[in-house]
T-cell receptor
């Protein structure tokens, strides 16, 4: 079964605003990753946070991880129209193989 | 170093036909993963292969679907007797050999979009 769920399912903001997306998962993880997917295209890896990390930054991206709540958030600051895409979280379980379990995704629309 | 390559990018099949999807991993990568994405949904794991071995096929449908990763050549995902419900985007990812149990990042290909008429 799918590992996680994300909310909101869809988010629409004005350019320049911040966008926050949340992800929840069910089992113990090795790490959690965020991906972006433009409509009809492949996946772009954004950031990886390990289970022993609580926060990570990369450019305009900030990811937090709360393993006690089994949740993560992705914050995109100063959003741009080019950030319009679907965003997925994916987890690698603590035990077992390397395969990823994806959430249901958040569709972000940034209005110029 | 070319990325993960998949072909064809788009594939149209009629019900009952066979679909063959190919994935060439990045150079030096010996692990391949296949995922399926139905419209408006996230990706779902199908199968994990190493050269000549299926490691985990827990996400594969029991019938009509098979995968291989031969010693030479690309990994193949084969769908026999396709039905309309097989219409989806199929993504392949590859990763390098395991390093002491540490997680290896997966690199995704552009996907093959299968349409079953």
């Amino acid at each position: 079964s799918q590992q996680g769920e994300e909310d909101p399912q869809a988010l629409s903001i004005q350019e320049g605003e911040n966008a926050t997306m949340n992800c929840s998962y069910k089992t113990s993880i090795n790490n959690l990753q965020w991906y972006r997917q433009n409509s009809g295209r492949g996946l772009v890896h954004l950031i990886l946070i390990r289970s022993n990390e609580r926060e990570k930054h990369s450019g305009r991206l900030r990811v937090t991880l709360d393993t006690s709540k089994k949740s993560s958030s992705l914050l995109i600051t100063a959003s741009r129209a080019a950030d319009t895409a679907s965003y997925f979280c994916a987890t690698v379980r603590q035990t077992g193989a390397n395969n990823l379990f994806f959430g249901t995704g958040t569709r972000l629309t940034v209005i110029p | 170093n070319a990325g993960v390559m998949q072909n064809p990018r788009h594939l149209v099949r009629r019900r009952g036909q066979e679909a063959r999807l190919r994935c060439s991993p990045m150079k030096g990568h010996s692990h391949v993963y296949w995922y399926r994405q139905l419209p408006e949904e996230g990706l779902k794991f199908m199968v994990y292969l190493q050269k000549e071995n299926i490691i985990d096929e827990s996400g594969m449908p029991k019938e009509r679907f098979s995968a291989e990763f031969p010693k030479e050549g690309p990994s193949i995902l084969r769908i026999q007797q396709v039905v309309r419900g097989d219409s989806a985007a199929y993504f392949c990812a590859s990763s390098p050999p395991w390093r002491g149990g540490l997680y290896n990042e997966q690199f995704f290909g552009p996907g093959t979009r299968l349409t079953v008429l």
